[in-house]
């Protein structure tokens, strides 16, 4: 399953990060802003129990959540979802994964992996705001698997119908949010239109 999340907020703050005068911390809030309105889109689902609590007029049942959320940025760029989200589920634990593109064969190159205990029962996360051409992503979701994660969702900002195809096609059960599917890959594997490198631009490398 795709889901765009188009909501005129996110796009609009979207836009902004696209614009190629905008700095680093323009883009690095307005990332912070968006990804709190996807959380709380692709939280809709997320199972409670009930608890009985007291209130000031006294006791009732209600609702809490009832699933561990762990939430999986790769680095580097990843990290620019994660306090957006976290911000809204403060109880979330995280796990890293690093993952860079080699540029000439746009081949995923892991060098780093930690993740919390119990990912089989947890919903996971994983945070990217790129979805370029699925290598990245399909790596990082291949490793979680091998330690067993189960219920796997994948977080981007912008997708490349040719990375959202082969996501699908590596992965069928992990559903895809994005913020806005674009129209391709350029011939050196950037997303058009796009924003440009994500991580050069949240954390100034460039
Ligand atoms: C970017 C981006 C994704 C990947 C997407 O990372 O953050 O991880 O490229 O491309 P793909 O879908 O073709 O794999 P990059 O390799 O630039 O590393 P960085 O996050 O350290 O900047
Ligand atoms: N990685 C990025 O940061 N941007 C792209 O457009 C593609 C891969």
Redesign the pocket.
Known sequence: MVTILDHPLITHKLTNMRRADTKTKDFRENLDEIASLMAYEIFRDLPTKDVKITTPMGDCVSQEIAQEVVLIP?????IGLLEGIRALVPTAKVGFIG???NEET?E?VEYFAKFPQGLEESLNLVL??????????IAAINQIKKRGAKNIKLVCLVGAPE?VKAMQEAHPDVDIYLAALDDHLNEI?YIVPGLG????RIFGTK
Request: net charge negative; glycine share 24%.
């Open positions: 790769i680095l580097r760029a990843g993952m860079y593109r746009l995923p990217d705001p790129m979805l370029a051409t699925g290598g990245s992503a990375g594997g490198d994500a991580g050069d």
